[in-house]
């Protein structure tokens, strides 16, 4: 897991939960290849890249205070349309 603000940290090699989300049964159908935590203002959001037997894909969770949650999936080759999106957005700001 790697902090946005920080140097990226290489994920164990093993599948199983993330250990930030309170995971860490091999019952997981996907293996971990990376995460990144965004911690921002009231909310965190964890980013996973991971792979499956049907390709790689991002997981995107938020978890708010409170302890709600929220998940997100898509697939790997959507990446740069959601980079794109964010593109259009922040030029917008």
């Known amino acids: 897991m790697s902090e946005l603000s920080g140097p990226p ?3 164990p090699s093993q599948g ?6 309170g995971g860490g049964d091999n019952r997981s159908f996907a ?3 990376h995460s990144v935590t965004i911690h921002a203002r009231q909310r965190t959001f964890y980013i996973d ?3 499956s037997g049907n390709g790689k ?3 995107v969770s938020e978890k708010s205070r409170g302890g709600q949650k929220t998940t997100i999936m898509f697939d790997s080759e959507d990446l740069d349309q959601f980079i794109a999106a964010f593109a259009e957005m922040k030029s917008k700001l």
Do not use: A, E, T, V
Not at 16 to 21: A, I, V
């Open 9 to 11: 940290q290489p994920m």
């Open 49 to 51: 890249l991971k792979q």
């Open 57 to 59: 894909f991002f997981k």
């Open 31 to 33: 293996q971990d290849i």
């Open 16 to 21: 199983g939960g993330s250990p930030h989300r």
